[in-house]
Every structure is written in C-alpha cells, then in structure tokens.
C-alpha cells in the first residue's frame, strides 16, 4: 500500500524527510480546518482513489496520563472534538491501521484548558482528518509522538525528541520492519 504522510508543520516533517526523502509528504498547517482541506484535496486525487493509498496524519501530541510516556509513539483510533458542548460531539474513528503501536483515544482541540472526556491524547487536527477520510471513503489513520503532558508549557516539551521518535516509528509502519 502506498502512504501520503501529511504533517501539521514543517519542524514535525524534517526528521522524517531526512530518513525517507522519496517518501510522499505534505504539510497541512495546523488545525482542523487547514488539515480538513488538505484531505479533502488528496481525495480528490485520482491516484488515492485509485491506488488505495493511506492518508497518515503524523505529528505531536500531549499526554492526559502517566502510561503514555513522552517519547512514546501511539496510533490514534478515535477521536473526538472536546470544545463542543457534549451534545453536539461525535466520535471519529480511524478508516484503517498500519501499525501495531498502541491505539489510543484522542481528543482534538483548539485551545488549551479543554476537559479530556475520555481521551488518553490531545492534538489540534485528527478530527478533521478522520471526518473527511470516513466521508470521502479513503483510508485514514494517525500516528501521534508524545511531546509533553498536557497543560505543560512550551519550553518544557521535548519536540525534537518526539519528532525523532515519529520518523523512525512512521518508517517501521510504510516498511513493513
């Protein structure tokens, strides 16, 4: 199976390149709705259509618990827009797998201070990817590298550590090693 690897920024990218330079990568921006339509354009694309390629979400996150260590590397099964009031929330799942890491629940955001409902992650974009990926019927999955605990601020992250960590992972999962 071919693999789109679509990243929020270019700092979450550059390790990856650097191992798969022929690898196909994109980056949206970050946030929902610039991810939103970065997938929706890849759907539109005859050779994803076509060939089947996976659309990888790939990018940092924050933990809400103590058994996702920073470093840690996750495949996120669902997710979940936690700003909305509760009555209006949906749940969004994968439309594929590529690995066995651990698969976590999500939540994604816009802001900082939002309750984690049930939510092991947090991230500002996998909503959006898993709602136009389940609308648009391509497959879809989401690789997420502990960069902090959340709440934490910025200065206290380990982004180059998690973004280390995401390529070499990201390379096991289009292998196949």
Request: glycine share 6%; charged share 20%; hydrophobic share 45%.
């Amino acid at each position: 199976m071919d693999h789109i690897i679509i990243f929020p920024t270019e700092a979450e990218a550059a390790p990856f390149r650097r191992l798969a330079p022929e690898a196909e990568v994109l980056i949206s921006g970050v946030g929902m709705a610039a991810t939103a339509a970065t997938v929706a354009h890849l759907a539109q694309r005859d050779d994803v259509r076509e060939r089947g390629c996976c659309v990888v979400l790939a990018g940092v996150a924050g933990s809400y618990t103590d058994s996702i260590a920073v470093g840690d590397v996750v495949e996120v099964a669902s997710e979940c827009c936690v700003e909305l009031p509760e009555r209006f929330r949906q749940t969004y799942n994968a439309t594929c797998r590529i690995s066995t890491l651990r698969r976590v629940r999500s939540a994604t955001v816009h802001g900082a201070g939002c309750a984690p409902s049930d939510a092991e992650v947090e991230n500002m974009e996998g909503a959006a990817l898993y709602a136009v990926a389940s609308a648009m019927n391509i497959c879809a999955t989401e690789l997420r590298a502990i960069s902090n605990r959340v709440g934490e601020e910025f200065e206290k992250w380990h982004f180059e550590e998690a973004t280390e960590a995401l390529a070499s992972a990201l390379i096991n999962c289009i292998t196949g090693n």
